[in-house]
């Protein structure tokens, strides 16, 4: 179907040329002229490749690479090389095709590394040659995340052609990264075969057209694939009829546990098939329905089907769908009955006081614990307000604490119910 080619110069027309190979320039040292200080098996080799390709050196790089060092001393394995453009920690110089060479030669061969997170920087589809033939050469890597890195549609087909041959990779993520129509078709079409990748996020691809043509490849996917878990499918302008093409797949698929398809155009009819196949499917945990518009209709056909027939269901987000208070009452309802679902988030719709009330009895009774929702109750005057908590399926999904890590599991519910390489 499709190939990645040869390494070396000359693999075919429409593939990146490799970056030469010069003789050392002394511009590739530090501004100041000092010599880094270079000590671990790994620095010194990133500091001699950028030597040798007159590579000007990332701080930032060798910093982490430094770090990861110590952790080989100490016999680690399995580590995930983070070097992420939206860390506190980086510079004003991001991540490039270049770097991303220099780091293709280093990990293509060694086998202490399962994960490698290079979201926001600035490689293009000349950086995702490089990491789809990462991939081929290294077994050990399981989770890769080039979230927001402008691959697009050229860079996406290096990696729907390497999911062909690799079969140790678990986790995609390509979210914001331009993709094009014909890559997610061709992700789509691969993982009818790959059984290997548990989790793919292919969030706001670049199409064109009113067609929905992504759901109905998509939907064909998940009938015949049996391993994939998560899959995240924001932002694809899925309309009613797109949700029936994936609720008709999720009638005979049983393994996907996590479904995000928030940011689309659902409007209370799509729910009408979400809930009848709900009726059904025991494997979905996790659903993601955030900035639709199902309205109060929509609404109550999810709480009808959760109060009465799904018992699988463990979270549920609803955030920003034009509910208003009849709806959202009727979910709260479906909580006393449904001893699985813990978790709800309903921020940004539109609450009144019986809204309000029917929340906090919730909390109050136990049926919805503090950390398992976005919602607060207070009282003012003897009336009954909610405020919001920042917890929610994937909140630091797209940013990191100013400083540390988040302090409980909540703010990512979903990757804590499913967790498919959360770690990235």
């Known amino acids: 179907m499709w190939g990645l080619g040869k390494e070396a110069a000359g693999a075919g027309p429409g593939f990146p040329t490799p970056i030469p190979t010069t003789t050392p320039n002394p511009s590739s040292a530090p501004a100041d ?34 770090e990861v060092d110590k952790e080989l001393e100490k016999g680690s394995e399995g580590i995930t090389l983070n070097i992420a453009g939206n860390s506190r920690l980086m510079p004003e110089e991001r991540v ?19 994960g490698l997170d290079v979201r926001y920087n600035l490689i293009s589809d000349v950086g995702a040659y490089y990491a789809a033939g990462l991939l081929q050469k ?41 993709l094009g129509m014909q890559s997610v078709i061709a992700f789509a079409t691969v993982l009818t075969q790959n059984q290997t990748i548990k989790g793919i996020n292919l969030n706001r691809p670049i199409l064109y057209g009113e067609q929905e043509e992504s759901t109905v490849h998509l ?6 694939n049996h391993c994939l878990v998560e899959l995240h499918v924001c932002k694809h302008n899925i309309k009613n009829c797109g949700m029936k093409q994936l609720c008709d797949a999720l009638y005979l698929n049983r393994s996907l546990r996590y479904l995000d398809v928030s940011c689309n155009k659902i409007t209370c009819d799509g729910m009408v098939y979400l809930a009848d196949v709900l009726k059904s499917n025991t494997t979905l945990e996790v659903l993601d329905l955030s900035f639709n518009r199902i309205e109060n209709a929509g609404a109550k056909h999810l709480s009808e089907t959760l109060a009465s027939h799904n018992r699988s269901l ?66 003012v005057d003897g ?14 999904y797209y940013w990191r604490p100013t400083y540390g890590e988040a302090c409980t599991n909540s703010p990512n519910a979903g990757f804590t119910l499913v967790p498919v390489g959360g770690h990235l």
């Open 219 to 224: 939907g064909h996917m998940l009938k015949e």
């Open 314 to 379: 463990r979270a549920l987000s609803v955030v920003s769908n034009n509910i208003q208070g009849e709806g959202l009452v009727a979910l709260s309802q479906s909580m006393k009955t449904n001893p699985t679902l813990s978790n709800v988030y309903i921020w940004g719709n539109q609450f009144d006081e019986a809204t309000c009330v029917a929340y906090s009895d919730l909390i109050q009774m136990g049926h919805l614990k503090p950390d398992n929702t976005d919602v607060e109750p207070f009282v």
């Open 33 to 66: 002229g000092s010599v880094p200080e270079v000590t671990g098996h790994l620095q010194e080799t990133y500091y001699n490749l950028c030597m040798e390709k007159s590579q000007k050196i990332n701080s930032f790089i060798l910093h982490i690479l430094q």
């Open 138 to 178: 290294n077994t050990t890597l399981k989770y890769l995340r080039m979230t927001g890195n402008k691959i697009e549609n050229k860079g996406g087909m290096f990696f729907a052609a390497m999911l062909q041959i690799n079969s140790s990779l678990e986790k995609l993520d390509l979210g914001d990264c331009d």
């Open 383 to 396: 009336h009954v307000y909610l405020a919001e908590v920042s917890n929610g399926l994937k909140k630091h």
């Open 96 to 114: 490039t095709d270049k770097d991303f060479w220099i780091l293709f030669r280093i990990l293509k061969k060694n086998p202490y590394f399962s």
